[in-house]
């Protein structure tokens, strides 16, 4: 399966290939996680990344250990660019 890439901070990298959201749902289905982020527009878009990748991505939120990553700010692809 390819995934779609998330980032906590804003890439130092290729910066007009990303998109800014605010994630609004984060869930698990099939043994991935599925991260619905709404981008400035107010369109929201589903990701798919690995559960490995959802750990490093909410370790990096300026959040609390039990605090919900809903409402923060991330940066996205889909696979295949956006």
């Not at 490995?52 to 923060?72: K, Q, T, Y």
């Amino acid at each position: 399966m390819n995934h779609d890439r998330i980032h906590a901070q804003e890439p130092s990298h290729h910066r007009d290939r990303w998109t800014v959201g605010t994630i609004i749902g984060i869930a698990e289905r099939d043994g991935h996680c599925v991260v619905t982020v709404e981008d400035g527009a107010g369109e929201p878009t589903e990701l798919v990344v690995t559960l490995a990748i959802r750990d490093l991505f909410v370790s990096r939120l300026d959040i609390g250990d039990d605090e919900s990553p809903v409402g923060e700010r991330v940066w996205f692809r889909k696979r295949g660019g956006q």
